[in-house]
């Protein structure tokens, strides 16, 4: 069955600080692996990857993706209180690649 | 553009009461999909149409559960009778054919059934 796995569930830290985020996925047939950021209302698109090791960067957000290991990360640097959101990750379903496989998401509170 | 456009935004119900949903996806968008997000499942697709037909309904929990989508730009999802377990944000999102990049949420609709 397929599968995505964000991690960590919730995590806290300080304006200024750096962020890791984590999602694991396992789906036959990959193709892309989308990351969203959902603050109060609608999840809004923040990148699809489709290729190993080739970095995806928006400012001070930048995500990578490792197609051997299974998994990507979302780093976000100089955190702000903006950043405050639930992130999630996402890959395709093998026989649709409308549908989605969503992860829990990754609750990120920036406290001032 | 107005984005996907869901009403209501809050609804709050008893128990055996019929609830129903509605969307408007994006002008030109052909495929609609129903999502249901709790803090216990995260996001979960419920149903979705392609071109205004139900193509995968097989995330819809119970018979309880109906969607329709008479028209390109209008489309319902109905619970009766409602329970309480139904309580959540619902989504709807349209895309226009390119597989996953295109998608776009409505808002949501946060209901409780008390």
């Known amino acids: 069955e397929d599968k995505v796995v964000q991690s960590p569930l919730s995590l806290v830290v300080h304006e200024g600080d750096t962020v890791t985020l984590n999602c694991s996925y396992e789906v036959t047939n990959f193709r892309s692996l989308l990351w969203y950021k959902q603050e109060k209302k609608a999840p809004t698109f923040l990148f699809m990857l489709t290729s190993s090791g080739i970095e995806k960067k928006s400012g001070r957000l930048s995500s990578i993706l490792d197609k051997k290991e299974l998994f990507s990360i979302l780093n976000i640097t100089a955190t702000q209180t903006g950043d405050s959101a639930i992130y999630l990750c996402a890959v395709p379903n093998a026989g649709n690649n409308r549908k989605l496989i969503w992860g829990l998401g990754t609750s990120l509170a920036v406290n001032p | 553009d107005a984005g996907v456009i869901q009403s209501p935004r809050h609804e709050v119900t008893e128990m055996g009461q019929e609830v129903t949903l509605r969307c408007k996806p994006i002008s030109g968008h052909n495929s609609l999909f129903w999502y249901r997000q709790t803090m216990m499942r995260g996001l979960e697709l419920l149903i979705y149409?392609?071109?205004?037909?139900?193509?995968?309904d097989s995330g819809m929990p119970e018979d309880r559960f109906s969607a329709k989508m008479p028209n390109a730009s209008f489309s319902t999802l109905k619970i009766q009778p409602s329970e309480p377990r139904d309580s959540a944000v619902y989504f709807c999102a349209s895309s226009l054919g390119q597989g996953a990049l295109g998608y776009t949420f409505g808002s949501g609709t946060r209901l409780t059934i008390v």
């Open positions: 149409f392609n071109n205004n037909v139900p193509i995968d």
